[in-house]
Nanobody
Framework: QVQLVESGGGLVQPGGSLRLSCEAS????????MAWHRQTPGKERELVAL???????NYPDSVRGRFTISVDNAKNTVYLQMANLKPDDTAVYYC???????WGQGTQVTVSS
């Protein structure tokens, strides 16, 4: 069964850091492009990081320089390292395999003092 399970969300103060994890099962992440998206109530889901199967990554201007996507092939896990977090980063974060439209259940990140 193809599945993505996110973890690592929580409450963090502005300026803080957080690392999200996305454990994949039923397929090997190294063979696919993988992505992280986020969504807040009333807004469309927003792509925040994409890593190609060859390792090249892309980010929107809103998070470039603060977020880093990476893959641990041994653990079959995708990570999103987030630094210098801002209140506007508050959202539910979703792991995604674009090929086949596979989504995780999401993990809440709240940035607040």
């Amino acid at each position: 069964q193809v599945q993505l399970v996110e973890s690592g969300g929580g409450l963090v103060q502005p300026g803080g850091s957080l690392r999200l994890s996305c454990e994949a099962s039923g397929f090997t992440v190294s063979g696919y492009a993988m992505a992280w998206h986020r969504q807040t109530p009333g807004k469309e889901r927003e792509l925040v990081a994409l890593i190609a199967s060859g390792g090249h990554s892309n980010y929107p201007d809103s998070v470039r320089g603060r977020f880093t996507i990476s893959v641990d092939n041994a653990k079959n896990t995708v990570y999103l390292q987030m630094a210098n977090l801002k209140p506007d980063d508050t959202a539910v974060y979703y792991c995604n395999r674009p090929s086949g439209g596979i989504w995780g259940q999401g993990t809440q990140v709240t940035v607040s003092s």
